[in-house]
């Protein structure tokens, strides 16, 4: 049963099958492979409400990442758009990383000031410190709001194809 299944492997590597996109070239190829992670990206953002859910803009952090690393990816290829791409969705990730840290920090003061045996001075500075990071949170939040409209032009996509 192994040596059959051994000798299947060594077929499939000296003969695989290919499907018909494996003759496309990395420039025709990977475009529509980035427009779908940053069609994913977008309408998360979309998605997005400034009082909305915490988790709602973790999860557009994490699509901007992959559109951050695919574009980065892409620069061999296709050079400065696509690194001026993932320079501009780093913007965009750090800014989303500052958001999720102050939204960890805020979860744990307030776990932390709710927790047995805590109360006066302690309860009071984990409170100011629940404020302080939801206040991040805010300013955060408004900084993308002021962020994301430049680095969302489509020119800055327009090397990809007229689609995006």
């Known amino acids: ?3 059959s299944e051994h000798l299947s492997l060594v077929e499939a590597a000296a003969t695989p099958r290919l499907s018909p996109a494996s003759s496309a ?3 025709e190829a990977l475009p529509p492979l980035m427009r779908a992670t940053w069609r994913r990206l977008a309408r998360s953002v979309r998605a997005l409400r400034k009082n909305g859910p915490d988790e709602a803009w973790h999860a557009t952090r994490i699509r901007a990442k992959q559109a951050r690393y695919a574009a980065d990816a892409l ?3 296709f050079g400065r758009p696509a690194k001026e791409l993932a320079a501009q969705l780093e913007v965009v990730t750090e800014l989303l990383g500052r958001h999720q840290d102050a939204a960890v920090a805020a979860d744990a003061a307030a776990a932390l000031a709710t927790a047995q045996g805590v109360g006066g001075p302690g309860g009071f500075a984990l409170g100011l410190l629940h404020n302080a990071q939801r206040a991040e949170m805010r300013a955060v939040r408004k900084e993308f709001e002021r962020t994301w409209p430049t680095v969302a032009k489509p020119r800055r996509r327009r090397w990809l194809s ?3």
């Open 1 to 3: 049963q192994q040596w």
């Open 75 to 77: 620069v061999p290829i």
């Open 25 to 27: 070239t990395a420039e």
């Open 162 to 164: 007229n689609n995006t």
